[in-house]
């Protein structure tokens, strides 16, 4: 149950040729979300009907993807909202029963915490083949470094920036890498809260380019230290 009183929610759902999944991943968000919730699916240039689905959900906003790539879709997602807290499910995902209610829970009893995470689990998709990479995670329950994860509040984007449309893949790890390095809380629930589809392909079916990708978020990171540990 979604806690009264409860601050005004945007949720933005990035997809490009999902068709197969996407009514799914908006119906996980739409049986959660009060009234009034604001869910913009941000369209990459779907081939397949994915916008059309969209728009067929009642309360659904679908806007054309202006950038390129999936960091740009969640950026573009994120100018277009104006709510106190912001989620994401990307179109291939699905929100568990009860993953609004129990990080929503969380924020509002724990004034002080920036934003919250719960646990994911990898699902084989219905119709799609994993990697070897996926398979080996599908059913594990994971701390859910990823936005589909993430309920967090308004200035938490302000203060962390965009994500970085420079990385293919890696734009997740490197915006949660620079949350964590900041001082604002992030609590990790123990509740599954996302069952995140695992297809070949994904972007993360690309293995080669998320390893290179995830050595410059490592070299950001060492950066960034450096450059506090510098200045004591």
Same mark, same amino acid.
């Given at each position: #149950?979604?806690?009264? +009183?409860?601050?005004?929610? *945007?949720?933005? /759902?990035?997809? =490009?040729?999902?068709?197969?999944?996407?009514?799914?991943?908006?119906?996980?968000?739409? *049986?959660?979300?009060?009234?009034?919730?604001?869910?913009?699916? /941000?369209? $990459?240039?779907?081939?397949? $009907?994915?916008?059309?689905?969209?728009?067929?959900?009642?309360?659904?906003?679908?806007?054309?993807?202006?950038?390129? $790539?999936?960091?740009?879709?969640?950026?573009?997602?994120? =100018?277009?909202?104006?709510? %106190?807290? /912001?989620?994401?499910?990307?179109?291939?995902?699905?929100?568990?029963? $009860?993953?609004?209610?129990?990080?929503?829970?969380?924020? #509002? @009893?724990?004034?002080?915490?920036?934003?919250?995470? +719960?646990?994911?689990?990898? !699902?084989?998709?219905?119709?799609? @083949?994993?990697?070897?990479?996926?398979?080996?995670?599908?059913?594990?329950?994971?701390?859910?470094? @990823?936005?589909?994860?993430?309920?967090?509040?308004?200035?938490?984007?302000? =203060?962390?920036?965009?994500? %970085? !449309?420079?990385?293919?893949?890696?734009?997740?790890? %490197?915006?949660?890498? =620079?949350?964590?390095?900041?001082?604002?809380?992030?609590?990790?629930?123990?509740?599954?809260?996302?069952?995140?589809?695992?297809?070949? @392909?994904?972007?993360?079916?690309?293995?080669?380019?998320?390893?290179?990708?995830?050595?410059?978020?490592?070299?950001?990171?060492?950066?960034?230290?450096?450059?506090?540990?510098?200045?004591?």
């Amino acid at each position: #149950m979604i806690p009264a +009183g409860s601050p005004p929610l *945007a949720v933005v /759902v990035p997809v =490009r040729d999902a068709a197969p999944f996407i009514a799914a991943a908006l119906a996980s968000v739409l *049986a959660q979300v009060p009234a009034g919730t604001d869910v913009v699916v /941000v369209d $990459g240039g779907s081939q397949d $009907g994915s916008a059309a689905i969209a728009a067929g959900f009642p309360g659904v906003r679908v806007v054309r993807q202006s950038g390129r $790539g999936l960091a740009a879709a969640r950026n573009q997602g994120l =100018r277009a909202v104006q709510a %106190d807290l /912001v989620g994401f499910c990307d179109a291939d995902d699905r929100w568990s029963d $009860g993953a609004l209610a129990a990080r929503l829970a969380h924020l #509002m @009893t724990q004034p002080d915490c920036d934003a919250a995470i +719960g646990q994911v689990v990898v !699902e084989e998709l219905s119709g799609t @083949t994993a990697t070897p990479q996926q398979h080996s995670r599908v059913g594990r329950p994971v701390p859910g470094f @990823t936005p589909g994860a993430l309920l967090a509040r308004r200035h938490v984007f302000e =203060r962390i920036g965009p994500f %970085d !449309e420079t990385l293919t893949i890696g734009a997740d790890s %490197d915006w949660f890498v =620079r949350l964590q390095q900041s001082a604002l809380r992030l609590a990790i629930l123990p509740f599954v809260v996302l069952h995140k589809g695992a297809r070949a @392909t994904s972007l993360s079916g690309d293995v080669e380019t998320y390893r290179r990708e995830l050595l410059r978020v490592a070299r950001g990171f060492l950066a960034r230290r450096r450059s506090v540990d510098g200045g004591r």
